[in-house]
Nanobody
Framework: QVQLVESGGGLVQPGGSLRLSCTTS????????MGWFRQAPGKEREVVAA????????VYADSVKGRFTISRDSAKNTVYLKMNSLKPEETAVYYCAARTVVGGSPPRAPSSYDYWGQGTQVTVSS
């Protein structure tokens, strides 16, 4: 059983930055890739960014390209999401997810991920 623990959420003003962290209890050798999703009230969960542990493949939602960066620290079993120029409409619960099935580019569908963190709230407001 893979456990994922997110941290780093909070309140930030429009245009501000935050860095989310997600640490996994499982060895990275058991995980093929990790991703960040978000879900706003009344909306479906959507992919923000995802990356293979090898670093060979990365995907971003079109809306965050150029502003968000996903990265990983294999020594710490941790994946990060650096978010810049945040917008009020990006207020949501942000989730970390892991996929153990090997192969292919990071999928965008939440159903393709095997394990999920508890989520961390990000609120963008003045």
């Amino acid at each position: 059983q893979v456990q994922l623990v997110e941290s780093g959420g909070g309140l930030v003003q429009p245009g501000g930055s935050l860095r989310l962290s997600c640490t996994t209890s499982q060895s990275i050798f058991d995980i093929y890739l990790m991703g960040w999703f978000r879900q706003a009230p009344g909306k479906e969960r959507e992919v923000v960014a995802a990356k293979t542990w090898s670093g060979s493949s990365t995907v971003y939602a079109d809306s965050v390209k150029g502003r968000f960066t996903i990265s990983r620290d294999s020594a710490k079993n941790t994946v990060y999401l650096k978010m810049n120029s945040l917008k009020p409409e990006e207020t949501a619960v942000y989730y970390c997810a892991a996929r153990t099935v090997v192969g292919g580019s990071p999928p965008r569908a939440p159903s393709s991920y095997d394990y999920w963190g508890q989520g961390t709230q990000v609120t963008v407001s003045s």
